[in-house]
């Protein structure tokens, strides 16, 4: 499934060009430049977008996601809450759904 | 498409189930070998132990992984919503395997029961072992405060050690 970025709002967060509404009664004449309001973010930012939209949109990232994190624990540099992900795989083999 | 799934759909999905059942019985030895480490205190061995488990549980997630796209697959052919395929559903519709499914059924539901036995039995004497632990170094910190021999044999109290009691104390 594709995911629609435009539909996230998250394309909207990146840059905003809009013309501002013309208010009634103003007197004050604006230059062109100064007709449109700009916001944009820092590179970082867009860097970060393009990721979110990566993952959402390609599953298969999440098994090379796996194969990092199982590198970062051989090499003892991931801290998992083994307990608490235990309690969690046995409780899906029990009271999940599947297995009955 | 049904011929399909019945060759080559279900057959995958079988040996994933037989993967994770022996994932499954990995992970009970595992929580055998750390009980005996935690009774016999050996600390070394239990860190291995829970790298070993960290690292297995992956493997089991990752499988899960693949076993939910494999249930995309019968879903969208059957129309049905994905949730709603169990075990009991497939050997049903696909009787073709249904002694399969039902072999995994039964044990599944086994080595389930056995593993969150043993689970909870070891974080039960973990716990046990943590308030020992607690404990003694409470009683420990008490008396190492009691009073300080100065160089000429003269006894200081330490006023600290006066201020609390042994009520006072988190046991």
């Known amino acids: ?100 | 498409m049904r011929n399909e799934l019945a060759k080559k759909t279900i057959p995958s999905l079988l040996s994933l189930l037989s993967q994770e059942y022996q994932f499954y019985k990995e992970l009970e030895q595992l929580l055998i070998e750390e009980r005996d480490c935690i009774v016999n205190m050996q600390n070394e061995e239990l860190t291995n132990i829970n790298f070993k488990k960290e690292s297995l549980l992956l493997n089991i997630l990752e499988i899960k992984n693949e076993r939910e796209e494999i249930l995309n697959q019968i879903s969208n052919y059957l129309n049905i919503k994905k949730d709603d395929i169990s075990i009991s559903f497939l050997l049903k519709t696909f009787p073709e395997y249904e002694k399969d499914f039902a072999e995994f059924k039964i044990k599944f539901k086994k080595i389930g029961q056995k593993i969150k036995s043993l689970n909870d039995i070891n974080k039960h004497i973990l716990n046990s072992s943590l308030n020992f632990i607690k404990s003694s170094l409470n009683i420990f910190y008490q008396n190492s405060n009691r009073a300080v021999y100065t160089n000429f044999g003269k006894v200081r109290v330490n006023k600290s050690y006066m201020a609390k009691s042994s009520f006072s104390s988190k046991i």
Do not use: C, W
Not at chain 1, 71 to 80: D, L
């Open chain 1, 1 to 100: 499934m594709k995911i629609d970025t435009n539909e996230l709002g998250i394309k909207n967060l990146i840059k905003t060009d809009k013309k501002p509404s013309n208010s009634k009664g103003s007197s004050l004449k604006k230059s062109e430049s100064a007709d449109y309001d700009s916001v944009s973010f820092s590179d970082d930012l867009k860097k970060a977008e393009e990721k979110v939209v990566d993952v959402l949109n390609y599953p298969e990232k999440r098994s090379e996601k796996i194969e990092q994190i199982k590198e970062m624990i051989k090499s003892g540099k991931y801290n998992v809450d083994v307990h608490k992900l235990t309690d969690k795989i046995i409780d899906d083999l029990i009271y999940g759904k599947f297995y009955r």
